[in-house]
C-alpha cells in the first residue's frame, strides 16, 4: 500500500491474519490499523494462530460481528502435539551455560534450536562457542540481522544439522522442512503462548520431537503453569556427573579477545533487563537472581555495575528501615502509604530506559596471565570492588580554623605571607586586603599584556615560516617548469608568471643560454654589480615582507 501507486483493494473480499494474536499486538497497532482503515466494511475475516486471542477490543478494531472459533484441538488432552517429547530441569543461573555447553557436546549428531532472551545473548553465545569448537556447526538468527541474512541462514539450518542460537524470531512462522530434533529453551518464556510457539518448531505435523526447559529456582512457578494449561511436561534433574564446566574456558576467551569481553557484558546487561521488563513478577524478579555468579560464569572478571538495580536495592532497604520504626502522626504514615505505592510502581514498569542501564564495568587487570583450566572457577580471578568516595555537597563552608603565635583562633584566610619585610605573617585588616588584592590585579594584568605580546610574537613568526616554505616550494616548481615546459606549455598554463633573471656567470654556456631563451635574462656583463646587489636586496625584503 505504501510502494505501489493506485494500489486498489475495494474489491477485496477475504482477509487472511496468520500469528492473528501477534498481528494484534499493540508493536503493530498502528499498521494494521492502517490497512485495516483501507480495506471494504463488508467481508470474511479469518484469523490462523496456535495460541488465539479473544479480546474483544482486538477483534472490534476488526469489525469482526458474531464471530466463531474453529479449534483443531479443542477436545485434546494436551495442548501441545502428542508426539512432542518435553521437559523441564531446574538449573541455576550461573550453570545455564555450562549445562547449555554439556547439551550440546552429547547431542552431536541432532539439529538442535535454542532460545534465548536478547539479541546480545545470542550474538556473545554464539561467538564464544565458535571459538570453542565444540564439533557441531553453528548458526545464530535474531531480529538486528536484515530479511536476506536471516532467509540464508534458515536456509542453510533446514539442509544441514547444527545448532541455531535464536530470539524469539524463530519462535513463530518457520517451518523446517526436516524435522528439528530438539529444542532447548536456555531462558524463560514469558508466558504459556510463547512457550507453545517455541516448542512448535519441532514435532510438526506427523513428525516427532523434543524439547528442554531451563528453570532457575525463582523461575518453577512457569512449571505449575504449564501444566494447569495442559502441556504435559516432565520435570526431570540434570545429571551433574556429565557437566562440563565452560565458564572457566570463557574467562580465558575474554582475556584473549577484549571484543568479546564487550559482548559478554552487554549480554549480561540486556538479559538483567529483559528479566526486569517482564510483567508476571511472581516468576520473574530480578532481586532474586545471583548476580555476581552470574556475571562469573559467563567469564567475566568483574560484575558489570546496573544502575537500575543499585537504586532499587537502596530503595527497598530504605523502604524496610522506615516501616521499622513506627510513625508517630498522620502525615508520616501518609508519607509511609505514598512510597510503597512508588515502589510497587516502580517495580511493575514494562520499560526502562537505556540510560539507566548504563554499563560501568571498573577497570581490570591485564596481563595478570591467562586464566587456568581448571574445572572450578578460581576465586583469585574476582577482584573485590573497592568502596567510592562520595564529595558530600552539604558540608559547611569556611569551617577552617586559623592560630596565630599565641594560640588565638583567626578568622579563614587572615595570615598571609609578607615575603618583602620578612615577617612570618601579618594579620590584615579589610583596607590592607582591599590593597593587596588592588596589587594582585595589576599584576595579572601586566602579566596577561606579556602573554599576549609573546603570543602575537609567536603566531607572527609561524606565519612567517610558512610563507618561506611556500615561496621555497613555488620557487623550486618554477625551475622545474623551467627545465621541462614548453615556451606555449607555460605561458597557457600561468598567464601572470615573471621572467626569470639570471645573474652574471664565469660560464659561456650561461650567455649562450641567455641569449637563446630571451626571456628578459640579463646577459653576462649587462648588469653592474650595484644594480645586482640592489636587485637582490629587493628580491629579499619582499620574501620576508
Partial sequence: MDETPNFECSQMQVLVLDEADRILDSGFKRELNAIISQLPKRRQTMLFSATQTKSIQDLARLSLKDPEYLSVHEESVTATPTLLKQIVMEVALDQKLNMLWSFIKTHLQSKILVFLSSCKQVKFVFEAFKKLHPGIPLKCLHGRMKQERRMAIYSEFCEKRSVLFSTDVAARGLDFNKAVDWVVQVDCPESVASYIHRVGRTARYKSVGKSVLFLMPSEMQMFEKLKAAKVPVHYNK?????????????????????????????????????????????????????????????????????????????????????????????????????????????????????????????????????????????????????????????????????????????????????????????????????EYYRKMREDLKKADKEDKLLERQRRREKRIKQKMKWKEGNMDEDEDDDVSGSESDKATARPNKKSKVYFDSDSDDDGERNEVTGKGAIGAGSVSLEEQEALALKLLNSMHS
Fill in 238 to 434: 540434570p545429571k551433574k556427573e556429565l557437566v562440563q564446566p565452560v565458564s572457566t574456558l570463557l574467562a580465558s576467551l575474554l582475556v584473549k579477545y577484549p571484543d568479546l569481553q564487550h559482548r559478554a557484558q552487554r549480554a549480561f546487561v540486556t538479559y538483567l533487563r529483559s528479566i526486569h521488563i517482564q510483567k508476571d513478577k511472581e516468576i520473574f524478579d530480578v532481586m532474586k537472581l545471583p548476580v555476581d555468579a552470574y556475571s562469573a560464569s559467563l567469564g567475566l572478571p568483574m560484575t558489570p555495575k546496573i544502575r537500575f538495580l543499585n537504586q532499587k536495592i537502596k530503595s527497598k532497604a530504605a523502604l524496610a528501615k522506615t516501616i521499622l520504626d513506627e510513625p508517630e502522626n498522620q502525615e508520616e504514615k501518609n508519607e509511609l502509604e505514598i512510597s510503597k505505592k512508588n515502589l510497587d510502581s516502580s517495580d511493575s514498569e514494562d520499560e526502562e530506559t537505556e540510560n539507566d542501564l548504563l554499563l560501568a564495568a571498573d577497570n581490570t587487570k591485564e596481563g595478570e596471565g591467562k586464566a587456568s583450566e581448571d574445572t572450578e572457577i578460581m576465586p583469585a580471578t574476582r577482584i573485590l570492588k573497592k568502596k567510592k568516595l562520595k564529595i558530600n555537597v552539604h558540608r559547611p563552608l569556611g569551617s577552617r580554623v586559623v592560630f596565630d603565635d599565641e594560640g588565638h583562633t583567626l578568622p579563614p584566610l587572615a595570615r598571609i605571607a609578607d615575603a618583602q619585610s620578612g615577617k612570618e605573617s601579618v594579620l590584615l585588616d579589610p583596607e590592607q586586603k582591599a
